[in-house]
């Protein structure tokens, strides 16, 4: 097995679920962090809301403050200014539903994150990974039936 800077990074981005840590930790602003910051680069804020239906957007507004990625989070909370409406953790319909509504073509110039944000957000989540290398080192992905794989 691999060790060092690289796998510890590999096993925080592929295996750190925010539900694995307590919320408010620092460990689970990191993975919600990284969880957003994953589905924001991959399909924009607006894929990012709408496929974490089970998430409240205000908690990933904290996570994204409380790690100090300070630009992605306005620019989180000027769409979720945008839309007008909160965004609980609900049913993928229910979810579905609120962003069809409420999204407008304004909002569409800040579904990407800026260069500056996606920078930041690296930045921070390295950091965190290089301050608890010995943790995401011996983070292994855990099966269906529980069991560290």
Do not use: C
């Not at 981005?13 to 924001?40: C, D, I, Q």
């Not at 991959?42 to 403050?65: E, R």
């Not at 909002?107 to 989540?125: G, N, T």
Request: charged residues 25%.
């Amino acid at each position: 097995m691999k060790s060092g800077p690289d796998q510890a990074w590999n096993n925080f981005v592929l295996n750190s679920e925010p539900s694995a840590y307590a919320k408010g930790s620092r460990k689970w602003a990191a993975a919600t962090a990284n969880r957003f910051m994953g589905g924001a680069n991959n399909g924009g804020l607006n894929s990012f809301l709408t496929s974490t239906w089970d998430v409240d957007a205000y908690d990933v507004l904290a996570a994204l403050s409380a790690i100090g990625a300070d630009v992605a989070a306005q620019e989180l909370d000027r769409v979720l200014q945008g839309l007008g409406r909160l965004l609980p953790a609900s049913s993928q319909d229910e979810r579905w539903d609120i962003l069809e509504r409420y999204w407008t073509e304004d909002l569409d110039q800040f579904d990407i994150l800026s260069d500056e944000a996606d920078a930041e957000l690296m930045e921070v989540l390295t950091a965190h990974v290089a301050g608890d290398e010995d943790f995401y080192l011996g983070l292994t992905v855990r099966q269906p039936s529980g069991q560290a794989g």
